[in-house]
């Protein structure tokens, strides 16, 4: 009888804690296995390597994307403003998807390179549209440094507020950039 999708999951979601908390060498099968609390039997029958899982884990990267991006270019207040408002970690899926898949890219794994690669062009693409192709750049390296700033500091108090008032900023270039 097949597994529930549940269980496939759930090591999944493992394999992607491991990725965020430990790194790309440590998120090994027998790791992944305790931390889904399956059986490495239970984990080999949903992936039977990590390469399956690194697949899996890209597949679920692209979907997330997919969706954000489509919200980037239905959002009301703009693709720009929406980018820059998107760039804070919320941990959402995809925030954990994406830092997951960073920690694939920092030990060269070819492929996740190259989904990254084309996520970024997708995101260039949609404010490209919007504010011209120059200034899509400086508005994805404005949320880019927002995104991995945001990633050290505490998420409380003056930090936050800090946090708050360079997306304000931010959204007031953007605005500028819109008028261009």
């Known amino acids: 009888m097949p597994r529930k999708p549940v269980a496939r999951d759930a090591v999944l979601d493992a394999f992607e804690a491991l990725l965020i908390e430990v790194g790309e060498r440590a998120a090994t099968l027998d790791a992944v296995a305790k ?8 984990l080999l029958y949903h992936f039977p390597n990590k390469e399956a899982m690194i697949a899996a884990l890209l597949e679920r990267l692209d979907r997330l994307a997919e969706v954000e991006i489509g919200a980037m ?6 693709a720009s403003a929406f980018f820059i ?9 995809m925030d954990r998807v994406f830092v997951a898949a960073t920690r694939l890219a920092e030990v060269a794994h070819e492929e996740t390179r190259r989904r990254f690669a084309g996520i970024q062009q997708q995101w260039l693409d949609v404010l ?3 504010i011209g192709p120059d200034h899509a750049k400086a508005v994805r390296y404005m ?11 505490s998420g409380h108090g ?3 507020a800090a946090r708050q ?3 304000e900023a931010l959204l007031a270039a953007v605005e500028l950039l819109r008028k261009g």
């Open 73 to 78: 270019k239905a959002a009301p207040e703009g």
């Open 85 to 93: 408002k998107s760039s804070l970690w919320a941990d959402t899926p």
């Open 165 to 167: 008032a360079d997306v």
């Open 143 to 153: 949320g880019d440094g927002l995104y991995f700033n945001a990633m050290f500091e």
């Open 158 to 160: 003056e930090a936050a």
């Open 35 to 42: 931390r889904a609390g399956v059986s490495k039997g239970g």
């Open 128 to 130: 490209a549209e919007e």
